[in-house]
């Protein structure tokens, strides 16, 4: 029987993506929208493991995964959020299986989710690579992008080798031919995907299909528009916006380039410098 997997959160996009991600990976995957319809879900039925996001409007992930801990402990949990920073001292405190930050790698949520439900011992020797500065990552990366404004300060962030410590071959595709002919020319080691766009041209079921595959993809969704009024951050929210409220952040941008840089180390595209 396949594991079964809730997926919780307020961004329809990100719920499908994830959704469809997961189902061809063989698990059978519920989702829910908002906190109070993953409780309906929760109280109706076995599951393994449940995704949730933090910020949600009815009621967040950490009023659900409270509820989730005292009901039913034997559900696996792992919390996928752009606001980890500011929880993640209340997550320890409530306690959770694992928590990636958003935007996310999806061969890094896949295994987590894989290790959490074999029970399988987590390695340690990425964890140390990720942090070591001797490490160089060196990587051809295809950024799927709603438009060039958009990608504009993408494409400042990842030339610059000090800041994203990489070196990085650099291309972007903005409709669905720009994406084939990119895929097909380039065979990019990396693929970094606004999320929209990702759901908008069923790029998961197009890849599956390709002879050759990129070695990890990276889904995000930066953008001014959205965000909280009590934030000062930018969250994590896809869409094709309006080109003025294109606006990314220093931190939301290292957020991403922190991303690039552990998927590329998780594939082996990094060399030792100095």
Same mark, same amino acid.
């Given at each position: 029987m396949s594991k079964k997997i809730l997926i919780v959160d307020d961004e329809k996009n990100t719920v499908l993506a994830l959704k469809d991600i997961f189902e061809s990976k063989g698990y059978t995957v519920l989702a829910a929208f908002s906190g109070k319809e993953a409780l309906k879900l929760l109280d109706h039925g076995r599951l393994d493991l449940i995704l949730l996001d933090i910020e949600m409007p009815d009621m967040n992930g950490i009023e659900l995964l409270k509820v989730v801990k005292k009901r039913h402990s034997s559900i696996k949990t792992v919390i996928l959020t752009g606001y980890l920073d500011e929880y993640k001292k209340k997550i320890d405190k409530i306690g959770c299986d694992a928590y990636l930050n958003k935007p996310f790698s999806i061969n890094a949520l896949v295994q987590v989710l894989g290790t959490i439900l074999e029970e399988k011992a987590a390695s340690q020797s990425l964890a140390e690579l990720f942090k070591d500065h001797r490490v160089r990552t060196k990587a051809s990366?295809?950024?799927? =992008? +709603?438009?060039? *404004?958009? /990608?504009?300060?993408?494409?400042? @962030?990842?030339?610059? %080798? =000090? %800041?994203?410590?990489? #070196? /990085?071959? $650099?291309?972007?595709?903005?409709? #669905?031919?720009?994406?084939? =002919?990119?895929?097909?020319?380039?065979? +990019?080691?990396?693929?970094?995907?606004? !999320?929209?766009?990702? &759901? $908008? @041209?069923?790029? =998961? #079921?197009?890849?599956? &299909?390709?002879?050759?595959?990129?070695?990890? !993809? !990276?889904?995000?969704? !930066?953008?001014?528009?959205?965000? %909280?009024?009590?934030?000062?951050?930018? +969250?994590?929210?896809?869409?094709?916006?309006?080109? *003025?409220?294109?606006? *990314?952040? +220093?931190?939301e941008m290292d957020k991403l380039g922190q991303t690039v840089r552990e998927a590329a180390i998780a594939r082996g595209l990094y060399i030792m410098a100095g």
């Open positions: 990366l295809l950024f799927i =992008e +709603p438009n060039e *404004i958009m /990608y504009s300060p993408k494409l400042a @962030y990842f030339q610059d %080798r =000090e %800041r994203c410590g990489g #070196e /990085y071959q $650099l291309a972007a595709a903005f409709n #669905e031919s720009q994406i084939s =002919e990119k895929m097909e020319s380039m065979k +990019p080691d990396i693929v970094i995907s606004d !999320i929209n766009m990702f &759901r $908008l @041209y069923k790029l =998961e #079921e197009k890849f599956s &299909r390709l002879e050759f595959k990129p070695k990890d !993809i !990276i889904l995000h969704g !930066i953008s001014a528009f959205g965000v %909280r009024d009590n934030d000062k951050a930018l +969250p994590f929210v896809g869409g094709l916006f309006d080109p *003025i409220t294109a606006i *990314i952040s +220093p931190k």
